[in-house]
């Protein structure tokens, strides 16, 4: 496991941030354990008792589970990963609509400019999954 | 919170220079301290009185609530910034010395560890590049089963990547309701590894607190607080 750390932020939030994007992009899957606090201390070099707050504050938010005596599990409740999902796009788009109106863009604006990009990017896509219909249809 | 180590009013003086100007600070059990500070801030002077090998001018320091002295050198392993070991042993001479020396020395955790640092226990010291011998030097010190482990300057002669290493084995190696104090100026490669870090400034200590609550009250790093309190 590899991550980059910014030591001028807190270390256990870029932790549980890490943890979180594993979970949401399936490199963690529902139900998996997750290292002991000892070995993700060794692997990232990070004090244990940082690690274990990470591991604190993500129970507290129900993000992982522990089993006693087998140790922790990342939550099977689909819901919660769907909730982790929404908190990260809710972060994301926060910064992007704070960045744009710094930028002087009303909202009004910000929506059609967003509509337009999905749109763009939409049939990018199309034109590449293209070759592939086409083999398919020939 | 239980206190491991109460250092109290702790004063030193070499004939007309102040080293160490009346320090205190307790330290709880689990906890890796960073004691940073810049080239003859008091760091090492402070951590031989802690080890009981300087006696203090004034001031008082207790572990697990016994006076520093005797009683305590069962209590602290001190990895000093120069090798205890001889020129003529091997590796498994040094280990053998410290074995004998120490009656809570883990000949088997030493082995661990040496195989873990890639030490070849048939090595002479002798050959050992800088690098290589800190290793060992970290591996005799964590190898003793103590409460208090004072380890003085760790990384100061190593490169980035052996620094990891020895980053990694400190944290993988120790046991976790001891507590560490690790001396260093190296403090952006170290300071992730840290719970708190006392800043020693012309023998006082300028600053103590955790470092996560550094980040967060001031949004920056350990090291840019190093940087603007020593003026570098």
């Known amino acids: 496991m590899s991550i980059e750390f910014d030591n001028n932020l807190p270390i256990y939030l870029q932790i549980m941030n890490y943890i979180k994007r594993q979970i949401v992009s399936g490199l963690l899957q529902p139900g998996d354990k997750i290292p002991s606090v000892r070995e993700l201390a060794a692997d990232l070099q990070i004090n244990p008792n940082t690690i274990q707050r990470t591991?604190?504050?993500?129970?507290?938010?129900?993000?992982?589970?522990?089993?006693?005596?087998?140790?922790?599990?990342?939550?099977?409740?689909?819901?919660?990963?769907?909730?982790?999902?929404?908190e990260m796009a809710g972060e994301l788009l926060h910064q992007f609509i704070h960045g744009m109106q710094e930028l002087g863009f009303k909202n009004q604006d910000i929506v059609t400019i967003v509509k337009e990009a999905v749109a763009a990017d939409g049939s990018k896509d199309r034109k590449g999954a293209h070759p592939d219909g086409h083999i398919a249809e020939s | 919170m239980d206190t491991l180590l109460k250092v109290n009013g702790v004063s030193k003086r070499y004939g007309s220079k102040q080293a160490l100007g009346n320090v205190s600070f307790d330290i709880g059990p689990g906890k890796i301290i960073g004691l940073l500070g810049s080239n003859g801030s008091g760091k090492s002077t402070l951590m031989q009185i802690i080890a009981g090998l300087t006696p203090s001018s004034s001031g008082e320091i207790s572990v697990m609530g016994k006076k520093v002295?005797?009683?305590?050198?069962?209590?602290?392993?001190?990895?000093?910034?120069?090798?205890?070991?001889?020129?003529?042993?091997?590796?498994?001479?040094?280990?053998?010395?410290?074995s004998d020396f120490y009656?809570?020395?883990?000949?088997?955790?030493?082995?661990?560890m040496l195989d873990f640092m890639h030490l070849d226990e048939k090595s002479s010291v002798s050959v050992l590049s800088k690098g290589m011998n800190e290793r060992l030097q970290l591996?005799?010190?964590?190898?003793?089963?103590?409460n208090l482990y004072l380890l003085d300057e760790p990384i100061g002669g190593v490169d980035p990547v052996a620094r990891g290493k020895i980053l990694d084995a400190i944290v993988r190696f120790y046991s976790e309701d001891s507590s560490l104090i690790i001396c260093t100026h190296l403090v952006?490669?170290?300071e992730r590894i840290f719970d708190e870090v006392m800043f020693l400034k012309d023998g006082s200590i300028a600053l103590h607190e955790e470092v996560e609550s550094i980040r967060m009250k001031n949004g920056r790093s350990?090291?840019?607080?190093?940087?603007?309190?020593?003026?570098?």
Request: glycine residues 4%; proline residues 2%; hydrophobic residues 35%.
């Open chain 1, 55 to 86: 591991f604190q504050e993500l129970e507290r938010e129900e993000v992982v589970e522990t089993k006693r005596g087998l140790g922790r599990y990342v939550t099977s409740e689909e819901s919660k990963i769907m909730a982790i999902k929404k």
């Open chain 2, 69 to 98: 002295g005797r009683e305590t050198r069962s209590l602290i392993s001190y990895m000093p910034d120069r090798p205890l070991t001889e020129n003529w042993m091997r590796i498994k001479d040094a280990v053998a010395f410290y």
């Open chain 2, 103 to 112: 009656a809570d020395f883990d000949a088997q955790k030493a082995r661990e």
């Open chain 2, 139 to 146: 591996t005799l010190a964590l190898s003793r089963n103590v």
């Open chain 2, 188 to 190: 952006r490669d170290m």
């Open chain 2, 222 to 232: 350990v090291d840019d607080m190093f940087k603007e309190v020593f003026g570098e």
